[in-house]
């Protein structure tokens, strides 16, 4: 069957379209010249803000990746399709002194020995006390890593158009809190970053202590298992490799609004049931071959429960709104969101159950330790990721995939996604609004320093995603190709997640310029 050329609306009006409504929801005017440069409208008052958005990559250490928001697009590599374990061997080990790690000849990375981090910017000294905010002359903002000084191995994280922060390093993880290990990068310091394992002695015979990515947030670092599908991203095509709490595994899904108990995602398990199914979306596979098929039977059954997962995210945010005493607009908001992702989880494992010709739907759903900490600025935080980012990127790429879907039913379940994701991530630039006029300014602060980590993890992942053509078949019934998919998030972060977030932290509480 010769590939059909399909048609798109040019990436740059679907992200003017979201980028707009956004803006316009919090009372944002986009100026008539930069396209991204926004100023208050007279409703919000306050200065206005020069955010463009920005092609500054924030640069930030540790070996562990941040895999920011998984994709829709991908069809399955080598990790996908079972059989032996690819990480349970290390063929022609090399030793790596950036990263003090041992890499395998299929690119897997693990820890061999704890060793200390060695590294040219900025010069070796710890000067200063250990942890961020830990020194009382660390400065809000920075332009160098000299700006940094007080603080141990302290750096200076460019964070493009919001702000650049001062961050700690460390180079053993005796610097680090219980549960980190210390992982190197040779540019910057290392980064203390979670872990389960500190060495491969942690792990048994046949097993590494190797960076993991983290499905919906930071990476860690996990023992591998007879049970992993996949290494590496290159296993999994267009898709990602990424740890769920149990196993590595091939991810082919928008991360949206995650349900994640400290920083790692929940989801059900999938069960052959139909009382999940929305027996009005009726797709056409007849054009497509056994493993097309099987590819979107996979894909839409990830989606799936990424969406079953976001009923309870919004369902523990409707207890937060509560909690805080927040306004009814925002819990009525946050009511309407639940009803649209039941809505969502049952169109998609609808969609997964007709290509794979098997009714499915969800498992129970693990709920435990979900209100570890119930404060404004820990909520505020989780917002940051599950919303103001999760859900600005999910919209834009249900934009971009119901615009070349040929399938009627696809393109319907696509195009309600992306105008429900596109008001969810508005309720989570409102709810953050709300929350920076009831917090101090250092809480101010260390929000907007956080929102800047956020944006520069996000999108050092975006751009070492993997470059892949999108195949029009399968785009056709909802699954875009990696390249597609790189472009998308670059622009979602750039030109509408961080010119937003830098207005709506000037409007609302301090000047980032």
């Not at 002359?137 to 994280?157: I, K, R």
């Not at 969101?337 to 494992?349: G, P, Q, S, V, W």
């Not at 992942?461 to 597609?484: C, I, K, N, V």
């Amino acid at each position: 069957m010769p590939r059909t050329q399909l048609s798109r609306t040019p990436l740059s009006t679907q992200v003017g379209v979201v980028r707009t409504s956004l803006l316009l929801s919090l009372g944002l005017s986009p100026l008539a010249c930069g396209g991204s440069a926004v100023v208050p409208s007279s409703a919000e008052g306050g200065s206005s803000s020069q955010a463009g958005a920005g092609n500054g990559a924030g640069a930030h250490a540790g070996a562990a990746p941040h895999a920011g928001a998984p994709s829709y697009g991908g069809h399955g590599g080598t990790g996908s399709t079972g059989g032996t374990s690819p990480v349970t061997a290390c063929q022609n080990p090399t030793f790596d002194q950036t990263t003090k790690l041992v890499e395998c000849e299929n690119g897997l990375q693990h820890r061999a020995q704890a060793l200390t981090c060695t590294f040219t910017v900025p010069p070796e000294d710890a000067n200063g006390a250990a942890g961020e905010g830990g020194a009382a002359n660390v400065p809000a903002t920075c332009n160098s890593n000299e700006d940094c000084s007080a603080l141990h191995y302290g750096y200076c994280e460019f964070g493009g158009d919001l702000v650049s922060v001062c961050r700690s390093g460390c180079t053993t993880d005796n610097e680090c809190d219980t549960g980190q290990i210390c992982a190197c990068n040779g540019t910057n310091p290392g980064r203390c970053t979670t872990a389960s394992c500190v060495t491969d002695a942690d792990c048994g015979s046949g097993s590494w202590c190797a960076p993991a990515y983290g499905l919906c947030g930071p990476g860690s670092f996990e023992c591998t298992t007879a049970q992993d599908q996949c290494a590496t991203h290159a296993d999994c095509g267009e898709g990602a490799c990424v740890f769920d709490g149990k196993q590595r595994s091939c991810n082919f899904a928008v991360c949206g609004r995650p349900f994640l108990i400290a920083e790692a995602p929940r989801l059900a398990e999938t069960e052959a049931r139909a009382d999940w199914l929305d027996l009005t979306l009726a797709p056409n596979p007849s054009a497509l071959t056994p493993v097309q098929r099987a590819q979107l039977a996979a894909h839409w059954a990830r989606l799936g429960q990424m969406e079953h997962a976001s009923i309870a995210a919004f369902a523990r945010f409707q207890l937060q709104l509560l909690s805080l005493g927040a306004p009814s607009d925002l819990v009525e908001a946050c009511n309407h969101a639940l009803a649209d992702e039941t809505a969502h989880a049952r169109a998609c494992f609808s969609l997964a159950s007709a290509y794979g010709s098997l009714a499915i739907g969800p498992t129970q759903l693990d709920v435990q330790h979900c209100f570890e900490d119930t404060s404004l600025v820990a909520i505020a935080k989780l917002v940051l990721r599950e919303g103001c980012l999760g859900e600005t990127v999910a919209s834009l790429e249900a934009l971009a995939a119901a615009e070349v879907a040929a399938d009627p039913a696809v393109r319907r379940t696509l195009t309600r996604i992306a105008r429900d994701e596109l008001e969810h991530a508005e309720l989570a630039f409102k709810f953050l609004r709300w929350a920076l006029r009831q917090t101090p300014t250092e809480v101010q602060y260390e929000l907007a320093r956080e929102a800047a980590r956020q944006l520069a993890d996000f999108e050092s992942d975006a751009r070492h995603r993997e470059r892949t053509r999108s195949d029009d078949r399968l785009a056709a019934h909802g699954l875009l190709g990696g390249d597609a998919l790189r472009s998308i998030h670059l622009a979602a972060v750039r030109e509408v997640a961080r010119p937003l977030l830098a207005a709506l932290f000037e409007v609302e509480t301090v000047r980032l310029t």
